[in-house]
């Protein structure tokens, strides 16, 4: 088993990837190089150092060696100088250090057969970069009561941390925002919750963190690596998963390749392993967390069981109205990543763990269709639509059929108001929310939970 290490660990850590040194599967992947006309890179150490495309054109297994083709100019190599190659294949990037025999035909050097590849990224198993174009994030809270709260890119993650840029912060309790710098957050501070955001094909992932490093780019980022805490078990598997994805390296050997003109009645060998910790079909279990026996817990919700006695000072009947409260799935689209997930944490202080979000219209839809929603929460204005707008057009598509919608508003005033209500929607919500308020009850009695 790989130790795994911390994706925000500024120290070069050593290779710890297993390494091929089988000749005959060396000599596979450079025929697959060859059949596949890829590119590769030479890397030679000179002054200054020299990075070159090439591509791979014979395999001679009587020698052994091969023999690279050049765009533009042959590189001046001496006899037995090692470089090192780099090379992509199968999804997964490895180098090997090969050795220089001559000059081959024309624009073309030949080399010996490296005596072992390795995977071209060191930090492989331990971290992966997230590219702007995916637009992952996270958001952090020291205290989600009135702490500190920001979020901004993901700039790598690993099974252990992640490391943040930070581009907004707010304080929580009066909705003040704030500058971000190094002294909203400092070296070893515990923060409440942690959660990562608009990983492709994921839902959130969401637990508890506590800060490693605080430090300023050059260009005046503010980055925060971040020591994964409470992760539950389901986040576990789809980080996982994820990261089986994203590093092939992470969860597999090296894939076997069959040499061309191999026997047919040989055994076949396995392309690739399969991807560590496949997901199992088994669900959470919903009931999880609030110290109560599954029997007791589903007891609760059959209307002819006894009343059961008050625990921990928690009368049955509250109980019972928390319960419910987990059983209902709402809908979030709100496009601001800090926004959705204060109002979330919130709501799930409140007892409505079963939140679905959404940044766009588009993706909020998507979502519903694989799990109906109980609730819609809107915010007013999402993309280019407002979300008077958006609560029109899901009426008209009759996504709204016995569904409340709640509309968040920064300053209602009366045309927004009367908007919202020929719009049919059911009430609009001041932001930022009072939680303690009257909020709870009218989302309670929206859902069916209490009588009104």
Not at 279 to 302: K, N, Q, S, V, Y
Not at 306 to 333: C, M, S, T, W
Not at 408 to 427: C, F, H, N, Y
């Amino acid at each position: 088993m790989l130790k795994r290490f911390v994706g925000f660990n500024r120290e070069d850590t050593p290779d710890r990837e297993p390494a091929l040194r089988d000749p005959d599967q060396i000599l596979a992947y450079l025929e697959e190089l060859s059949r596949l006309r890829s590119l590769v890179h030479l890397h030679i150490r000179a002054e200054p150092p020299l990075c070159l495309g090439a591509r791979v054109e014979l395999v001679n297994d009587q020698e052994p060696s091969f023999s690279l083709s050049f765009p533009h100019q042959v590189p001046r190599l001496e006899v037995g100088q090692e470089v090192e190659l780099h090379f992509p294949l199968a999804g997964m990037r490895f180098r090997a250090t090969v050795g220089y025999k001559g000059r081959g035909s024309y624009m073309q050097s030949v080399f010996r057969l490296p005596a072992m590849v390795q995977f071209a990224d060191r930090r492989g198993a331990l971290r992966t970069r997230i590219g702007a174009r995916e637009r992952a994030s996270a958001a952090l809270f020291e205290n989600l009561c009135g702490g500190i709260a920001a979020s901004g890119r993901l700039q790598n993650l690993s099974l252990e941390g992640l490391c943040l840029r930070v581009d907004r912060a707010l304080q929580i309790q009066g909705d003040r925002r704030l500058q971000p710098s190094e002294e909203l957050f400092f070296e070893g501070q515990q923060l409440q919750v942690v959660r990562i955001l608009n990983l492709p094909h994921l839902p959130t992932l969401e637990g508890s963190g506590e800060v490693r490093f605080v430090t300023t780019t050059q260009g005046g980022q503010v980055l925060v690596g971040l020591r994964l805490l409470g992760l539950g078990t389901p986040d576990q598997r789809r980080l996982e998963q994820f990261m089986a994805r994203r590093l092939p390296s992470f969860g597999r050997a090296f894939p076997m390749r069959r040499r061309r003109g191999a026997c047919e009645d040989e055994p076949a060998v396995e392309e690739e392993a399969e991807e560590a910790h496949e997901a199992t079909g088994e669900e959470e279990d919903p009931l999880a967390g609030f110290g109560l026996p599954a029997e007791a817990a589903i007891d609760l919700l059959d209307p002819d069981a006894p009343a059961l006695p008050e625990e921990n000072g928690i009368p049955p009947e509250d109980r019972l109205l928390r319960l419910r409260r987990r059983g209902k799935p709402y809908l979030v689209i709100l496009p601001d990543d800090l926004d959705r997930s204060i109002f979330v944490c919130s709501l799930q202080v409140c007892g409505y763990s079963r939140a679905i979000e959404a940044r766009t219209l588009v993706q909020g839809l998507e979502l519903s269709k694989k799990t109906p929603v109980e609730a819609i929460f809107l915010d007013q204005r999402i993309g280019p639509l407002s979300g008077i707008e958006v609560a029109q057009r899901l009426r008209k598509m009759g996504r709204l059929e016995g569904i409340p919608v709640f509309l968040l508003l920064r300053e209602p005033d009366v045309k927004t108001l009367l908007s919202a209500k020929a719009a049919g929607i059911r009430q609009v919500i001041k932001v930022p929310v009072d939680f303690d308020g009257e909020f709870r009850g009218q989302l309670d009695q929206a859902l069916g939970l209490v009588r009104r």
